[in-house]
């Protein structure tokens, strides 16, 4: 299987952020305030961890996707519609800088790719992804370029999952709340549940990717 560097990165971040975890539980019924202080910050910071680790493999696994399939040099005209929206990313963009009326041109240039015999070059730099923390409607956005039918996240309960973690981790970066108020408001249970939904997506995401490039799905 492909991926094998994303999923051994995942395993030991989800490892550490589990014992943070644990461990700030101890801490949290410790008698003394500031020890409990710092397990509740240690909590609230392991939701922050946690986003970023999954974003990193998110972006990573889709880079090394993309390079793959252009290093397969498939012919564009063979390339599976949906990814012309990776393909001609500055063709859009061009085309909404310009108005309906000198825009023509490339708005038929645009369909002329289509049956292109050169080989597909796929930018590691265009993803479908927004800068924003991820959430399961990055996923369905992901499905949707790479023309995927199956379900983009194992269940709602994960779409649910992505969601607490990304509210969560918002509160805490963006200043909201402060990280000892969020960590006392956190369960220990209810945040191993989230590490082991989000290792989940994490294994869903990878194998669907690996599928799709052997079973050549980005083809038409």
Same mark, same amino acid.
């Given at each position: 299987?492909?991926?094998?560097?994303?999923?051994?990165?995942?395993?030991?971040?989800?490892?550490?952020?589990?014992?943070?975890?644990? +461990? *700030? !539980?101890?801490?949290?019924?410790? &008698?003394?305030?500031?020890?409990?202080? %710092?397990?509740?910050?240690?909590?609230?910071?392991?939701?922050?961890? /946690?986003?970023?680790?999954?974003?990193?493999?998110?972006? !990573? *696994?889709?880079?090394?996707?993309? %390079?793959?399939?252009?290093?397969?040099?498939?012919?564009?005209?063979?390339? $599976?519609?949906?990814?012309?929206?990776?393909?001609?990313?500055?063709?859009?963009?061009?085309?909404?800088?310009?108005?309906?009326?000198?825009?023509?041109?490339?708005?038929?240039?645009?369909? @002329? %790719?289509?049956?292109?015999?050169?080989?597909?070059?796929?930018?590691?730099?265009?993803?479908?992804?927004?800068?924003?923390?991820?959430?399961?409607? +990055?996923?369905?956005?992901?499905?949707?370029?790479?023309?995927?039918?199956? &379900?983009?996240?194992?269940?709602?309960?994960?779409?649910?999952?992505?969601?607490?973690?990304?509210?969560?981790?918002?509160?805490? *970066?963006?200043?909201?709340? !402060?990280?000892?108020?969020?960590?006392?408001?956190?369960?220990?249970?209810?945040? @191993?549940?989230? =590490? $082991?939904?989000?290792?989940?997506?994490?294994? +869903?995401? /990878?194998?669907?990717?690996? =599928?799709?490039? !052997? $079973? $050549?799905?980005?083809?038409?």
């Amino acid at each position: 299987m492909r991926f094998t560097t994303e999923l051994m990165l995942a395993s030991r971040e989800l490892a550490r952020i589990r014992a943070d975890i644990a +461990h *700030a !539980d101890t801490a949290v019924i410790s &008698p003394s305030s500031p020890v409990q202080e %710092r397990g509740a910050a240690v909590r609230a910071w392991a939701y922050v961890w /946690l986003a970023a680790l999954l974003e990193r493999i998110v972006r !990573d *696994a889709l880079q090394a996707t993309f %390079r793959e399939i252009t290093q397969l040099a498939i012919p564009v005209k063979d390339l $599976k519609f949906s990814l012309f929206s990776l393909l001609c990313d500055a063709e859009f963009a061009s085309i909404a800088d310009r108005s309906r009326s000198n825009s023509w041109e490339q708005k038929i240039a645009v369909f @002329l %790719r289509t049956s292109e015999a050169k080989p597909a070059l796929l930018a590691e730099n265009i993803l479908p992804l927004d800068g924003r923390t991820i959430r399961g409607e +990055h996923f369905e956005t992901i499905w949707l370029v790479l023309g995927l039918s199956t &379900p983009s996240v194992p269940s709602p309960l994960h779409r649910i999952a992505l969601k607490d973690l990304a509210d969560g981790r918002n509160e805490i *970066a963006h200043g909201h709340m !402060d990280p000892v108020t969020f960590g006392r408001s956190k369960a220990t249970n209810d945040m @191993l549940g989230i =590490a $082991k939904r989000v290792e989940e997506v994490i294994v +869903h995401l /990878l194998g669907s990717l690996d =599928a799709y490039v !052997d $079973k $050549k799905q980005y083809t038409r």
